[in-house]
């Protein structure tokens, strides 16, 4: 079995990435947010992290928000390369463990990505190994090399920032600095310029229709959108970062694609025989499963599920209410069905106000709210 580690030469200047966030959270959050928005980061300088999650957006690409019937994956520095996945929120994402087995729920749970690819096992740190996929994606932003993204922090105007969060040999050896560079990134995404906490369900401000919708939706869709106070003590998060195939369509616009096998096709193809996980061998039992998301600023990310199917949020409700009662498209992958949804017997006007709820987990807008960092 290969050994996983955290990646050793990080850790001997950084402790923890907890560590870090406690010592310097100002500085390193602001250099993540210089460089989330940096198209120098992909090859032909035109996308940054910001492209595919902006801001404006709830952390998601405003080309998908704009035309959900019609673009459901982002398209690549290129100009022409499209992914296979709808991009999900950056927002509120750093709370996720390292992907593991719960022996609890019997199901695996924590990791980033909607398979769970970016583990944690290498820097303790799902988030940040999140960060170090697209630039180095083909069909993403397209970088050569760890080598040219550390280039780019060279020659930045924010290199003196780099050297003081992570010392003044921070970009002498590549390995490290991609790690550091990644680190800041989940330390932006993990800040309250992105976590604003800052809805009217925050405000507790909620009328007749979407108190009882939240009552519906802890008595119907809490066993994976958790309603429980976050860690130390945040506000929900609305998931429990567990993997569920709840028998989505396949969207016609990804036809290409072949079928997505999710977290059960990660963990066959890549650590069939070198997971450090204890768990459900069989990776099998794992196709077609893929990472409950958080339902914060749900109203205002579509489109919805990781094939991007479903283009309006009540649409979605009505799915995980008769999927196995409606008349709705076989799913994609026909195994492993979630059986705690697709007969809910959630009449229209339930679904109506468990969507009237959904809406008030948008943030406002602004600088405004309560914000916390994860420290």
């Given at each position: 079995?290969?050994?996983?580690?955290?990646?050793?030469?990080?850790?001997?200047?950084?402790?923890?990435?907890?560590?870090?966030?406690?010592?310097?959270?100002?500085?390193?959050?602001?250099?993540?947010?210089?460089?989330?928005?940096?198209?120098?980061?992909?090859?032909?300088?035109?996308?940054?992290?910001?492209?595919?999650?902006?801001?404006?957006?709830?952390?998601?690409?405003?080309?998908?928000?704009?035309?959900?019937?019609?673009?459901?994956?982002?398209?690549?520095?290129?100009?022409?390369?499209?992914?296979?996945?709808?991009?999900?929120?950056?927002?509120?994402?750093?709370?996720?463990?390292?992907?593991?087995?719960?022996?609890?729920?019997?199901?695996?749970?924590?990791?980033?990505?909607?398979?769970?690819?970016?583990?944690?096992?290498?820097?303790?740190?799902?988030?940040?190994e999140q960060a170090q996929g697209p630039p180095l994606n083909?069909?993403?932003?397209?970088?050569?090399?760890?080598?040219?993204?550390?280039?780019?922090?060279?020659?930045?105007?924010?290199?003196?920032l780099f050297y003081q969060v992570f010392g003044p040999d921070?970009?002498?050896?590549?390995?490290?600095?991609?790690?550091?560079?990644?680190?800041?990134?989940?330390?932006?995404?993990?800040?309250?310029?992105?976590?604003?906490?800052?809805?009217?369900?925050?405000?507790?401000?909620?009328?007749?229709?979407?108190?009882?919708?939240?009552?519906?939706?802890?008595?119907?869709?809490?066993?994976?959108?958790?309603?429980?106070?976050?860690?130390?003590?945040?506000?929900?998060?609305?998931?429990?970062?567990?993997?569920?195939?709840?028998?989505?369509?396949?969207?016609?616009?990804?036809?290409?694609?072949?079928?997505?096998?999710?977290?059960?096709?990660?963990?066959?193809?890549?650590?069939?025989?070198?997971?450090?996980?204890?768990?459900?061998?069989?990776?099998?039992?794992?196709?077609?499963?893929?990472?409950?998301?958080?339902?914060?600023?749900?109203?205002?990310?579509?489109?919805?599920?990781?094939?991007?199917?479903?283009?309006?949020?009540?649409?979605?409700?009505?799915?995980?209410?008769?999927?196995?009662?409606?008349?709705?498209?076989?799913?994609?992958?026909?195994?492993?069905?979630?059986?705690?949804?697709?007969?809910?017997?959630?009449?229209?006007?339930?679904?109506?106000?468990?969507?009237?709820?959904?809406?008030?987990?948008?943030?406002?807008?602004?600088?405004?709210?309560?914000?916390?960092?994860?420290?």
């Amino acid at each position: 079995m290969k050994v996983w580690t955290k990646t050793a030469m990080v850790f001997a200047v950084l402790g923890t990435a907890g560590m870090v966030y406690a010592a310097q959270p100002s500085k390193m959050e602001r250099l993540g947010k210089m460089m989330f928005m940096d198209n120098n980061f992909s090859r032909n300088a035109t996308q940054s992290c910001n492209t595919c999650h902006d801001r404006r957006m709830g952390f998601v690409d405003p080309a998908n928000v704009l035309d959900p019937e019609n673009s459901v994956v982002s398209l690549g520095d290129d100009g022409t390369s499209t992914g296979d996945r709808n991009s999900p929120t950056a927002a509120y994402c750093g709370y996720s463990p390292n992907l593991q087995w719960d022996e609890v729920k019997g199901t695996y749970v924590g990791g980033m990505f909607w398979d769970g690819r970016a583990t944690g096992w290498t820097l303790n740190d799902p988030l940040a190994e999140q960060a170090q996929g697209p630039p180095l994606n083909p069909v993403e932003m397209d970088m050569p090399s760890k080598e040219a993204v550390v280039d780019v922090i060279r020659n930045a105007r924010y290199v003196g920032l780099f050297y003081q969060v992570f010392g003044p040999d921070a970009l002498d050896d590549v390995d490290r600095a991609y790690d550091y560079f990644a680190l800041a990134l989940a330390a932006f995404e993990r800040s309250s310029m992105v976590q604003k906490y800052s809805s009217r369900f925050d405000a507790a401000d909620l009328n007749d229709q979407e108190r009882n919708g939240y009552v519906l939706f802890k008595a119907n869709c809490s066993r994976c959108h958790s309603s429980d106070p976050g860690p130390d003590g945040t506000p929900p998060l609305f998931t429990d970062y567990s993997y569920h195939n709840i028998g989505l369509p396949a969207n016609p616009l990804l036809a290409d694609k072949g079928t997505d096998l999710g977290l059960g096709g990660f963990l066959e193809k890549d650590y069939a025989s070198e997971s450090p996980i204890i768990g459900d061998a069989n990776y099998a039992d794992q196709y077609g499963k893929f990472k409950v998301p958080t339902l914060r600023n749900v109203a205002i990310t579509p489109p919805y599920g990781h094939n991007g199917y479903f283009a309006d949020l009540r649409d979605m409700v009505s799915f995980h209410n008769s999927r196995d009662t409606g008349d709705w498209p076989v799913p994609e992958v026909t195994d492993n069905l979630d059986t705690e949804v697709g007969n809910m017997g959630l009449s229209d006007q339930e679904v109506d106000d468990i969507v009237a709820f959904l809406n008030t987990l948008t943030d406002r807008r602004g600088n405004g709210g309560r914000g916390r960092t994860m420290r």
